[in-house]
């Protein structure tokens, strides 16, 4: 064979074996974060599944250095806060500088140029990776501040559970003076909570503030969800929306763009019920037993909570809600950034358990095979990534298509670099090793590469 004919068989080669895209115009991105999703698991998924996995689909491939001011070891809050803002900050912290400053992250960017915006998760809403989108804070734990952040600066789409955080009576952090970014007080247990007086109207939620009592007679405590009905859809219940028929985001059947979705009261259950919520560093755990708040939450949203049944175990939830907040974002015909976070890798990992961290990883992974066959050929740019790994995960033994024997080091997060896949337009960028804070700069450059929207 002559040198040519080599080469034009690697050009084709070459041509067949990566899609090609055009970085205008770009239509949105997608950042999927695997909470803990270590090599070292992603090989277990990849060797038990027997075929490559949806992850091994993605034509670029980097490695990314997960280290916190705290030291070598990140934690999630942290991390996010690195990808999303490009500034290294203390472990516990969200959206701040190390210096304690808050730092505009890439969906405040991406919203200031009217881009869509969505995350989606499987633990709470309020929890360190979600919150990472448009949340300052120094204690990542004050869960009902998080909410009021998140209500007050919401994306077009919010979707996981966290109800619980939202449905409380608590102060607006813009009502407590001098602390507006980093306290929110919550309506004292032992106060009286006059009756309540919401009007016969029926119509849910309108008249709930008047069920919220002040504190000290000084501040009026709200709920955070109040603030959000007034700009966007709401939903609580799980099983409502996973057996819509809509392909989109939908209210009473008509679709909208702007959705939030509480769908549990705190976190979504596990993919597999056998693996239980055993990791929980959960402040609102006792929510449960708190009648008080049980009473309010109910006259808060009376129509809504007699449907919102607690799930058991999660079957599919991340893939419907990844493909319906896409094409919610797509209809609005501006560019989008979706933030889609498999929260439980990372649970399995600190609990020592393969199984429940592998089947979450392949949830996430079923998830980016969806997107990527919805999104074919066109314009966006999706990064799958982690924040760190957790539990020192390594598989010992095994046969290619089988169980595979492993073990952990830690109950902890481990500093080893974690990989970076990517595709579409900018992709190329993601290739090398490099700090946590990068990604934050190459997405950011992709988002600056693309034509302002003109209103
Ligand atoms: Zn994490």
């Known amino acids: 064979m002559g040198l040519l004919s080599v080469l034009v068989l690697l050009s084709v080669a070459l041509a067949c074996s990566e899609e090609t895209y055009s970085r205008e115009p770009l239509e949105g991105i997608i950042l999927i974060v695997g909470d803990g999703m270590?090599?070292?698991?992603?090989?277990?998924?990849?060797l038990e599944n027997g075929k490559p996995l949806n992850l091994e689909r993605m034509p670029v491939v980097g490695l990314q250095k997960t280290s916190s001011e705290s030291g070598s070891?990140?934690?999630?809050?942290?991390?996010?806060?690195?990808?999303?803002?490009?500034?290294?900050?203390f472990n516990e912290w969200i959206g701040l500088d190390a210096r304690g400053k808050p730092v505009q992250s890439l969906f405040e960017i991406a919203k200031e140029k009217s881009w869509g915006t969505a995350i989606i998760s499987t633990s709470s809403v309020t929890h360190a990776t979600p919150a990472g989108a448009f949340v300052h804070l120094k204690d990542r734990d004050k869960e009902l501040t998080v909410a009021w952040q998140l209500a007050l600066n919401p994306p077009d789409?919010?979707?996981?559970?966290?109800?619980?955080?939202?449905?409380?009576?608590?102060?607006?952090?813009?009502?407590?003076?001098?602390?507006?970014?980093?306290?929110?007080?919550?309506?004292?247990?032992?106060?009286?909570?006059?009756?309540?007086?919401s009007d016969a109207s029926g119509k849910e939620g309108d008249s709930a503030n008047s069920?919220?009592?002040?504190?000290?007679?000084?501040?009026?405590?709200?709920?955070?969800?109040?603030?959000?009905?007034?700009?966007?859809?709401?939903?609580?219940?799980?099983?409502?929306?996973?057996?819509?028929?809509?392909?989109?985001?939908?209210?009473?059947?008509?679709p909208v763009e702007r959705f939030i979705g509480l769908l549990a009261r705190n976190h979504l259950p596990p993919v597999e019920a056998s693996h239980k919520l055993e990791y929980r560093k959960d402040p609102a755990s006792d929510m449960a037993l708190d009648s008080e708040y049980q009473k309010q939450a109910r006259e808060a949203l009376p129509l809504h909570f007699r449907?919102?049944?607690?799930?058991?175990?999660?079957?599919?939830?991340?893939?419907?809600?990844?493909?319906?907040?896409?094409?919610?974002l797509q209809s609005k015909g501006r560019p989008y950034l979706m933030l889609i976070e498999g929260s439980q890798i990372d649970w399995g990992g600190h609990a020592n358990r393969a199984d429940y961290a592998i089947s979450e990883l392949m949830d996430l992974d079923e998830t980016l095979g969806a997107l990527l066959r919805e999104l074919e050929g066109r314009n966006v740019l999706i990064v799958v990534t982690?924040?760190?790994?957790?539990?020192?995960?390594?598989?010992?033994?095994?046969?290619p298509g089988r169980k595979q024997k492993t073990d952990f080091l830690s109950h902890g997060h481990s500093a080893e670099m974690v990989p970076v896949f990517a595709r579409g337009p900018g992709?190329?960028?993601?290739?090398?090793?490099?700090?946590?804070?990068e990604i934050f700069h190459k997405l950011l450059a992709v988002i600056e590469a693309s034509p302002a929207i003109s209103h």
């Open 38 to 46: 270590g090599l070292s698991m992603i090989s277990q998924a990849s």
């Open 73 to 89: 070891v990140t934690d999630s809050a942290a991390a996010i806060t690195a990808m999303l803002s490009g500034h290294k900050t």
């Open 157 to 197: 789409i919010l979707i996981g559970g966290g109800r619980d955080f939202f449905l409380r009576c608590s102060v607006p952090p813009e009502q407590i003076p001098d602390k507006a970014n980093t306290e929110t007080m919550e309506v004292s247990r032992e106060q009286d909570v006059p009756e309540n007086t």
């Open 211 to 254: 069920t919220c009592p002040p504190t000290d007679g000084r501040a009026q405590t709200r709920r955070p969800l109040e603030h959000l009905k007034k700009t966007h859809s709401i939903l609580v219940s799980y099983s409502s929306f996973m057996e819509s028929s809509c392909d989109s985001l939908c209210d009473q059947g008509e």
């Open 307 to 328: 449907r919102a049944m607690e799930p058991s175990s999660r079957k599919d939830f991340l893939r419907i809600a990844s493909l319906r907040s896409l094409r919610a």
């Open 386 to 399: 982690a924040d760190h790994e957790t539990g020192g995960h390594a598989i010992l033994d095994g046969k």
């Open 427 to 437: 992709a190329e960028t993601f290739t090398g090793s490099y700090e946590n804070t």
